[in-house]
């Protein structure tokens, strides 16, 4: 079954924990995205990758990295979350560029305390 | 304003009704536009892609406005399934990889 899976779908953790949240997909896509959505916010673009080993800035990257060592995998790391990254997150992945339909996960939500 | 703007409802439909929202857009020369649908913060999912010569597909049809930047989505003889949050997408000219999204219009539809 194509689908892009992330883990973990819930987290509490402290502030200044590190912390990563997963991505894979099996749909062999080469593009990839993280977003946040929040209350009243429509989704917004954290970092996106083109291909393995190439990533870039989205709209709201402060705080957050990510990497891109293999087709499948998109992990987004917090080195030191901070309350107002409390959010619910999810990760993408398409075929192609923007104009083309995105696969979504199911879900990270994220509480910092 | 807004880069792309959503009533956010929520629209409180009848069951087999008729209904049909808005989304508007604030960059003239955007490219592609979607319609997505996200079922009770779930992840969203494409609902339909909205061509400059309008789309249908079964029920659904999205119309695309460019003299006055805004897609439409209509819903015709609504279920009670096609309650959720409808979300407005639209790819800006020049970029390949950046998605704009509307905050999402809530539809509940009723027995």
New interface residues.
């Given amino acids: 079954e194509a689908q892009v899976t992330q883990n973990p779908r819930y987290l509490i953790t402290v502030t200044g924990k590190k912390l990563t949240v997963t991505c894979s997909q099996n749909m062999n896509h080469e593009y990839m995205s993280w977003y946040r959505q929040d209350p009243g916010l429509g989704l917004r673009q954290i970092y996106y990758s083109m291909n393995v080993e190439v990533t870039d800035k989205g709209d709201v990257p402060e705080g957050y990295k990510v990497s891109r060592k293999e087709k499948r995998n998109f992990p987004l790391i917090l080195e030191s979350p901070s309350p107002n990254q409390t959010s619910l997150y999810f990760c993408a992945s398409s075929s192609g560029p923007a104009n083309t339909e995105a696969f979504f996960g199911q879900g990270t939500r994220l509480t910092v305390v | 304003r807004k880069e ?1 703007e959503q009533d ?1 409802g929520p629209f409180n439909v009848p069951e087999g009704a008729t209904v049909a929202f808005n989304c508007t857009y604030s960059n003239s020369a955007s ?2 536009f979607f319609w997505y649908r996200q079922d009770c ?6 609902l339909m892609s909205v061509y400059s010569s309008g789309n249908e597909d079964g029920r659904f049809t999205a119309q695309l406005n460019r003299a006055s930047q805004y897609i439409s989505l209509l819903i015709r003889d609504s279920k009670l399934s096609d309650s959720a949050t409808y ?1 407005c997408v639209v ?1 800006p000219q020049g ?10 219009t809530k539809l509940i539809i009723k027995p």
């Fill in positions: 792309v956010p490219q592609s913060r779930k992840e969203p999912k494409l979300l790819n970029s390949n990889y950046q998605l704009i999204w509307g905050a999402g």
